[in-house]
T-cell receptor, first 113, second 110 residues
Framework: NAGVTQTPKFQVLKTGQSMTLQCAQD?????MSWYRQDPGMGLRLIHY???????DQGEVPNGYNVSRSTTEDFPLRLLSAAPSQTSVYFC????????????FGPGTRLTVL | GQQVMQIPQYQHVQEGEDFTTYCNSS?????IQWYKQRPGGHPVFLIQ?????EVKKQKRLTFQFGEAKKNSSLHITATQTTDVGTYFC??????????FGAGTILRVKS
């Protein structure tokens, strides 16, 4: 099993550009989520999904869109990148909804100029 | 919404000293999880506590869940350089969310 994979590992964008961060898992997990990590602020939940076709907002959803068309994939879209979105982004998945071990991907380091 | 607070934010210890990080929730938790993130890496699950007053050990790591299920601690005995990293606690939030604390960064001087 590859576990949770994320692409790209690094990305530099200019303000206003759009892009999609990819996340995939091969463990047949129902629950998937996106976090951003900024110094001193821990992991903040952006969006999450409890299954294919179902998504919901986390703590900091503004500026981000998600979709979950399959169990395996959970892409995160930045519609118009802003410098405030410079961060490290982690995708995670788990069997259950909240009480199960989260498996994290290796992360995407994004810089918005 | 539910908040999870962790202290201290940062701790620098001499190798061989003990280390403790504390996690406090604004609401009662059904369970609490602990994760470790090595520098440059991703968070990795360590343990989950479910019962009131539960204590679990993993080698030199001791995890406790408070009687009221609103606080938890992670204690490392005789730190080693391999313990370096950020330690996070996490608990269920509103709806289907998992809320993480801000983390405690541990640095170990050899």
């Amino acid at each position: 099993n590859a576990g949770v994979t994320q692409t790209p590992k690094f990305q530099v964008l200019k303000t206003g550009q759009s892009m999609t961060l990819q996340c995939a898992q091969d463990m047949n997990h129902e629950y998937m989520s996106w976090y951003r990590q900024d110094p001193g602020m821990g992991l903040r939940l952006i969006h999450y999904s409890v299954g294919a076709g179902i998504t919901d907002q986390g703590e900091v959803p503004n500026g981000y869109n998600v979709s979950r068309s399959t169990t395996e994939d959970f892409p995160l879209r930045l519609l118009s990148a802003a410098p405030s979105q410079t961060s490290v982004y982690f995708c995670a998945s788990s069997y259950g909804v909240r009480g199960d071990e989260q498996f994290f991907g290796p992360g995407t380091r994004l810089t918005v100029l | 919404g539910q908040q999870v607070m962790q202290i201290p934010q940062y701790q620098h210890v001499q190798e061989g000293e003990d280390f403790t990080t504390y996690c406090n929730s604004s609401t009662t938790l059904s369970n609490i999880q602990w994760y470790k993130q090595r520098p440059g890496g991703h968070p990795v699950f360590l343990i989950q506590l479910v019962k009131s007053g539960e204590v679990k050990k993993q080698k030199r790591l001791t995890f406790q869940f408070g009687e009221a299920k609103k606080n938890s601690s992670l204690h490392i005995t005789a730190t080693q350089t391999t313990d370096v990293g950020t330690y996070f606690c996490a608990g269920p939030g509103d709806g289907n969310k998992l809320v993480f604390g801000a983390g405690t960064i541990l640095r170990v001087k050899s």
